[in-house]
């Protein structure tokens, strides 16, 4: 497997956002051709959101490698199970939404749902020679940096939003970094990536003038986006060794060292490692939301 990386430079002043904001803008931009990969015959992917936007364009890419690939749209939760006994690879780009904030529902409760509902099929993965292989990619976004509230997240406003659909969006690195924690033991793998700049983001609710500016004049293609997803499922850089990173554009491994505001970092971490647990705790939440319904 060869994953092709543009640029290797960082910007230690800054956070993820205004890095890929500044990247946007740079001579560092992705080329125009597909990541060269080799077969993952006898492998299973599941691509939520598959039917459109950077998880298409994700399954274009892989469909050549000989692997068997679900499109899983947001109705499509739970059939997975009774067809196959085994996931390698699962790139969680969307989910449903039903009786909570639309940000909040749809990025965080039902994905994670979703994703626990396929733990067994994992765990099966995992144990059948994919140990460090089989993964988890969560998306998150440039939105996740710069809207992320003091603190990581705010748990008091988690019920209804804050209000600001940017703060409500920004909170999204904490799932992918509890999964980690709690089956990094089994030999899976979880990573945060953002699609980068690229046209297909979950602009769900954002500012109609925003979006047609960022298309006009910040986002790349939305295939662009899907090298990025590509890199973060299946590059070997970002493998158990990094558990729980998170992955930027165009396909790089972002490091705790030049992460974004700081007490984001302490949230992230668990209070025996000296942080908040935060991520412990919103999975918590998470699955008191979901209990009612599942």
């Excluded at 999204?172 to 924690?181: D, I, N, P």
């Excluded at 298309?215 to 997803?229: C, I, R, S």
């Amino acid at each position: 497997m060869i994953i092709r990386k543009c640029g290797t430079n960082y910007v230690a002043v800054g956070d993820a956002y205004v890095y890929g904001m500044m990247e946007a803008f740079s001579e560092a931009k992705p080329h125009r051709s597909k990541y060269p990969h080799g077969s993952e015959e006898g492998r299973v992917f599941v691509v939520t959101g598959g039917n459109s936007s950077i998880g298409f364009e994700l399954c274009e890419i892989l469909r050549s490698s000989g692997t068997t690939i679900y499109m899983a749209s947001r109705t499509a939760a739970t059939s997975f199970a009774s067809q196959e006994s085994k996931l390698s690879v699962l790139w969680n780009n969307t989910g449903t939404v039903q009786s909570f904030e639309p940000m909040i529902g749809r990025h965080y409760i039902a994905t994670l749902l979703f994703t626990e509902l396929h733990v067994p099929q994992l765990r099966k993965a995992a144990s059948e020679g994919e140990n460090g292989r089989t993964r988890v990619a969560w998306t998150s976004s440039g939105m996740a940096d710069e809207g992320s509230p003091k603190n990581g997240i705010e748990f008091s406003a988690l019920d209804n939003g804050t209000g600001s659909l940017w703060i409500n969006y920004g909170q999204s690195k904490l799932l992918g970094r509890e999964f980690a924690r709690r089956y990094g033991g089994d030999g899976i793998v979880s990573v945060v990536q953002t699609p980068g700049k690229s046209k297909g983001e979950s602009c769900a609710g954002s500012p109609r003038l925003m979006v047609f500016l960022f298309n006009a004049f910040v986002l790349q293609e939305t295939v662009f986006g899907a090298y990025t997803e590509l890199y973060a499922g299946l590059s070997e850089e970002a493998g158990l060794q990094k558990n729980g990173t998170y992955v930027i554009l165009w396909g790089r491994v972002y490091g705790e060292e030049v992460v974004p505001p700081k007490d984001l970092v302490s949230a992230l971490r668990m209070e025996k490692e000296g942080g908040w647990g935060y991520g412990e705790k919103f999975w918590g939440w998470c699955e008191e939301k979901w209990g009612k319904f599942v």
